[in-house]
């Protein structure tokens, strides 16, 4: 049975890091499509950054390119978003996803699995 359980959000101010963790059971995370997506009242669930199966290949949204750096640790069965030079912008719930098969690695309907979030809130 996948699991996911997200670690790590809390209140950082503008220009400060965080480091989210997403531990993952019940599969190995090199072997499914996985991502963060964030959400903030009122707006849709946004692809933020993802690894697609089984290869290195990583995807950014353009707000976060070079800001956000997505990471697994196959030993660990964890993975991991590194956010640098934190904006009021980035404030939202940050989500994990996962699934066995995926065509766009941003595309919310493509996962099957989700954690239950994890808050960031970033102050000016």
């Known amino acids: 049975q996948v699991h996911l359980v997200e670690s790590g959000g809390d209140s950082v101010q503008a220009g400060g890091s965080l480091r989210l963790s997403c531990a993952a059971s019940?599969?190995?995370?090199?072997?499914?499509?996985m991502a963060w997506f964030r959400q903030v009242p009122g707006r849709e669930r946004e692809g933020v950054a993802g690894f697609y199966r089984q290869t290195d290949n990583t995807y950014y949204a353009n707000s976060v390119k070079d800001r956000f750096t997505i990471s697994r640790d196959n030993a660990k069965n964890t993975l991991y978003l590194q956010m640098n030079s934190l904006k009021t912008e980035d404030n939202g719930m940050y989500y994990c996803?996962?699934?066995?098969?995926?065509?766009?690695?941003?595309?919310?309907?493509?996962?099957?699995?989700w954690g239950k979030g994890t808050q960031v809130t970033v102050t000016s």
């Open positions: 996803a996962a699934d066995p098969l995926c065509t766009i690695v941003h595309r919310q309907e493509d996962y099957n699995y």
């Open positions: 019940g599969y190995r995370v090199r072997d499914y499509c």
